[in-house]
Nanobody, 125 residues
Framework: QVQLVESGGGLVQAGGSLRLSCAAS????????MGWFRQAPGKEREFVSS????????NYRDSVTGRFTISRDNAKNTVYLQMNSLKPEDTAIYYC??????????????????WGQGTQVTVSS
């Protein structure tokens, strides 16, 4: 079993920045892929970004490309999401996710096996 604990959410004005962190525990080796999803009220959970352990390949949804940066520290089993130039439409609960499976494009909810409890990000206009 793997536990994921997110931190770093909060309230910020449009144009501001936040950094989310997600620490994984429970296994001796880190998940192959870790990612971030978000869910706004009344909407489905959507992919934000992912990063693979061994080669560092990343994926981003189009609307955050150039504003968000994902990174990970394998020694600490931690993944980060640096969010800059935040917009009100980025407001959502952000979830960390992990999988030990290998996917070429890990952007679907169904591809991830472990989830954090979520952290609220609110961007005011």
């Amino acid at each position: 079993q793997v536990q994921l604990v997110e931190s770093g959410g909060g309230l910020v004005q449009a144009g501001g920045s936040l950094r989310l962190s997600c620490a994984a525990s429970g296994r001796t080796f880190s998940p192959y892929t870790m990612g971030w999803f978000r869910q706004a009220p009344g909407k489905e959970r959507e992919f934000v970004s992912s990063i693979r352990r061994d080669d560092g390949i990343t994926n981003y949804r189009d609307s955050v490309t150039g504003r968000f940066t994902i990174s990970r520290d394998n020694a600490k089993n931690t993944v980060y999401l640096q969010m800059n130039s935040l917009k009100p439409e980025d407001t959502a609960i952000y979830y960390c996710a992990a999988t030990f499976n290998l996917y070429s494009v890990p952007v679907s909810v169904s591809q991830y096996d472990y989830w954090g409890q979520g952290t609220q990000v609110t961007v005011s206009s």
